[in-house]
């Protein structure tokens, strides 16, 4: 990769998330955090308005954009098989949005590179979590966006009926069915919900702040946590 490249590869990555550490660029760009700093530190020299520090993680400056960049024949075939995997397996909203987006991304392409996206011998068969279980995972999704509290009436995979309030989190798929991660008010812990055992939904009007130890980073952590101790009592 030209420097040149790498240069606008670490813009577009700071980007895309709230925060970026130069360990997570270096392996997503396949060089080490030395280049990564000096990398970043050239395009603070530029005026690129990068804030952060080596060691800490680096954030861009809400406002900042670029001119629109044309997309090369494998990123087009690799947007529209991205398209085809997920447009059943979405919740109601995102689905309906996605041939909307793949129009303008189709439009904007020369013709060689949009016949060939078009062409794309990728597809995926129309099989996916059911209508009433996209409705609600759409309500979830946008109650986790807005932090708002729901209700549940939960029948878990014994068949036991529970009435939860839980702090959505996100939505997570797993090949065949989609769950909620969520902070559950009356275990004062983290818990898994499958979508399609959700038995009555109702998003509450209070809303949830991020508290130490409740949020989706936490939760990451956890986990992370929980799989290395089971590897370490597995190589013992």
Do not use: H
Not at 54 to 80: C, I, K
Not at 140 to 169: C, H, M, Q
Not at 173 to 196: H, I, K, M, P, Q
């Amino acid at each position: 990769m030209r420097r040149a490249e790498r240069l606008f590869q670490i813009v577009q990555l700071i980007r895309g998330r709230r925060l970026s550490t130069a360990r997570f660029l270096a392996e997503r760009l396949e060089v080490s955090e030395r280049t990564v700093y000096r990398d970043v530190a050239d395009l603070m020299a530029q005026g690129v308005p990068i804030e952060g520090e080596a060691g800490v993680g680096y954030r861009m400056n809400a406002g900042y954009d670029l001119a629109p960049l044309m997309f090369t024949r494998d990123e087009a075939q690799s947007l529209v098989a991205a398209v085809r995997l997920a447009r059943s397996r979405l919740d109601i909203g995102l689905a309906a949005q996605t041939d909307t987006a793949m129009s303008k991304i189709l439009a904007v392409l020369p013709p060689l590179e949009r016949a060939a996206a078009e062409s794309l011998a990728v597809y995926a068969p129309p099989v996916g979590p059911d209508e009433a279980t996209r409705v609600r995972l759409q309500s979830l999704r946008t109650a986790a966006e807005a932090r708002r509290k729901v209700r549940i009436e939960y029948l878990d995979l014994k068949d036991k009926r529970s009435e939860r309030v839980l702090r959505p989190l996100g939505c997570f798929y797993w090949s065949e069915v989609w769950t909620l991660a969520a902070w559950c008010e009356a275990r004062a812990g983290f818990r898994n919900f499958r979508v399609d055992r959700i038995e009555r939904l109702e998003v509450l009007e209070e809303r949830f702040r991020d508290e130490p130890g409740r949020t989706l980073a936490d939760l990451f952590r956890s986990t992370e946590q929980e799989m290395s101790e089971r590897d370490a009592s597995t190589d013992a």
